[in-house]
C-alpha cells in the first residue's frame, strides 16, 4: 500500500518549484492533491503535467483569508474529507538594502508568506479538529535558523516571514497537543528556483553574484528531497508527533555537501537544473 493512499491533500504554490515537487510525490503515493497558484493557468498546466485523475487545480491568492476558505471547502466538498495542507506558496523581494527598495517590495512575502500560511491554518484547523486528525506543513527557510550566521541581507522581508513562520508552527503546535492534527515545519534546504530571483538581478546581487553561485553549486538540491521529506510527514509516520521539524539541508547533510562539492566539480557533477 503506498504511503498516503486515500489521503486528500492541498499544496498551495504547486505549480511550480519545491510545491510542484511535493505534488508529484504526494500523487505518486497514492493521495488526490489539489494544486494552487495565484494564477489558475498556472495551476492547470501543472496539473496537466502530472498526468494524473487526482490531481486538481485551483486558483488561489492565498494573501486573501476568503480564498484560502473557499478552496479548503471546495476540496472536501469535491473529495468528501481533507487531510493535509501543505503551506508552501511564497515569495521573496528583490535582492536590495531596505532603503533602495519600494515599501511594497518587503510587505509582499509577509501577505504571501505569513498571512498565506496564517490563513492556511486559520481556514483547515476548524475541519481537522472536528475530525479529530490532519497534518499541516508550514515550509521554513533563510531567516528561521538559530544561529547569527544565517545572512539574510537584502532579503529581510522574507526572512522575517520564515522566522514568523517557525514560531507560528511551533506555537500552534502547542495550542492543539494532543488534539491528534500535527502541525509541523519543513525547511527544504536550497533550490534552484525562481524564488532566488536570479532572473531579475539588481545591483547588489550582481556585486554577489560569483560568490551566491559557488553557495548554490555546493548546497542548492533539487526538490525532490524536500518533497520525500514532506511525503514522510503527511504519511501516518508522523503520527503523534506535532510540533516535528524536519530538514533538507540538516547539518550533516550540508557538511557531506562541501565536503563532496571538489569531487563534483572536478567530475562535472553540479546539477545546475533550475525549477
Known sequence: MKRLEHKV????????????????AFLDEGASVVVTSRRQTAADAAVASFQHSN????????????AVERVVLETIERFGRLDVLVNNAGVAEAYQRIIDAPLEAWYEPIDVNLKGTYHGCR??????????????INMAGAGSGDSTSD??????GY??????????????????????????????????????????PTDELRQRADAF????????????????????????WSN??????????????????LWSYPIRRWLGKIDKTEY
Open 240 to 257: 503523534g508527533k506535532s510540533g516535528l521539524y524536519l530538514s533538507a539541508l540538516s547539518k550533516w547533510r550540508a557538511q557531506q555537501l
Open 213 to 236: 553561485e559557488i553557495i548554490r553549486d555546493i548546497f542548492a538540491q533539487p526538490p525532490s528531497v524536500a518533497a520525500e521529506l514532506a511525503v514522510k510527514m503527511a504519511s501516518d
Open 123 to 136: 481556514a483547515v484547523l476548524p475541519h481537522f479538529l472536528r475530525q479529530g486528525k490532519g497534518k499541516i
Open 9 to 24: 491533500a492541498i499544496v498551495t504554490g504547486g505549480s511550480r518549484g519545491i510545491g510542484k515537487a511535493i505534488a508529484k
Open 151 to 156: 545572512n539574510t541581507a537584502c532579503i529581510s
Open 159 to 200: 526572512a522575517a516571514s520564515k522566522a514568523a513562520i517557525k514560531r507560528l508552527t511551533f506555537s500552534l503546535s502547542q495550542e492543539y497537543k494532543n488534539s491528534g492534527v500535527e502541525i509541523m515545519l519543513l525547511n527544504p534546504g536550497l533550490v534552484r528556483t525562481e524564488i532566488l530571483g536570479l532572473h531579475k
Open 55 to 66: 490531481a486538481v487545480a485551483m486558483a488561489c491568492d492565498v494573501s486573501e483569508y476568503a
